[in-house]
């Protein structure tokens, strides 16, 4: 009969009083044969195993878990996840190999066939031994806060990838290698979601154009070092940094095909010239900008989430065509609109056109995130501008950072100089 595990092992923290250091060495001595007892008797459970779920705050546990592990077959193995949330260094680990054994595993192909019906994995913050990672037919796989010393080169990555093209539908990565040699575009013809996040553009770059991705319907890109910054990442925006992605999505990805898209904390810079094409609020908004023409390329996405937005997104979703030759609204299909993490000043000017607009094409659903104090701002009601307002409210959210969404639009425009908000000629202008 197919057996369901899940382990979660938390393990005595150190302690920084030499008085209690001898005895927490013995708990912790206590604790880690326990472990390895517990291992000794999965080992004998192995092949009936058919979903396994392991969470630990110390990397040792996973390899005192698994030190009586056979490089046998589990042929029931279908969904594997290890969480070893703790943030530690590896390099007085041995990293462990997926799918799990001892290390007495002899050779890279050590391990294939193993988990003929794993189509699931999950690996946080595991010392990951990439070579001996031998799962082939996985339908997701999700690769997050690996450490630095264990994280897959792009060949590493490339092999992972290639090993399961025919079956892969969900890649979750935190991660993005630089390219450590020259490879020719390579095909996942089943994916259809893909999260990325990235902290170099220039690999996010060459990731893009090697995936040929056909059958996309879920994207998520995050900029990584903006969310790791954020609030803090204000200054002199580059206005190039994200320009280089959307031209390579709009030439390498099929944007067509899409049905929900998410960026989080990707700032659009608005060019240099300043053009009124009739877009609201939107004065130095030029519709024959490279941002323009990623979001007039994805005419089936149903669902937008934005995460910590600019200006230019927004002025895109309420865009108005001056005339018949000038180019149609960008997003026809979209339906429902998620904004989370947002500056105050930003959205309620955005809503305020859209009430005002009345040319503006409406949504099924609008969602906001936002800190609970907001929530007797009328700019920010939502309930007549959509079927389906959602507020959610951010509980427990840093002071800092509930803080910094208040502060003053020039902070988020990424615009220079920064427009004024609300303003009335505006209103008066789009008020049919």
Known sequence: MPLDVSITLRSVLPVDDDSQRKA??????????YVRQLSRYLSSHLSRIRNMAISVDEHSCIHDLQVHFPPTSMP???YLEIDAFGYQSCTDHQSVAIPL??????????????CPNLTFVYLKGLPLACDLFCPQSLTELALLSLPKCCTPTWTALRRILLANDATLETLHIDFIPPMDVDWEPFTLGNLTSLLLTFKKVKHLYAMVITFDVPNLEYLSITDGQRSHEFPLSYGEP????????LSALIDNFPLHNLRQLVLSHIWFFPGNREVDDGIPNAVNLDIRSIPFDFFSALTSLEILSLVSPTTMP????????CDSDAPQPPLPSLRGLHLYLFNKHIVRDFLHTRRYGHKVRGFEAIRLTMPPEWKDDTYLDIRRLCQEPDIEYIQNGSPRVMSTLSLPPQYWLCQYPPRKLFDRHLERRFSF
Not at 24 to 33: E, L
Not at 101 to 114: C, F, H, I, K, L
Not at 314 to 321: S, T
Request: positive net charge; aromatic residues 12%.
């Open 101 to 114: 054994r001892n290390s007495d595993t002899p050779s890279e192909n050590a391990g294939v066939g193993y």
């Open 314 to 321: 927004l002025d895109c979703l309420n865009y108005i065509p």
């Open 24 to 33: 927490v060495s013995d708990v912790r001595d206590v604790f880690r044969h």
């Open 238 to 245: 580059r206005r190039g940094r994200f320009f280089r992605i």
């Open 76 to 78: 029931h193995l279908e």
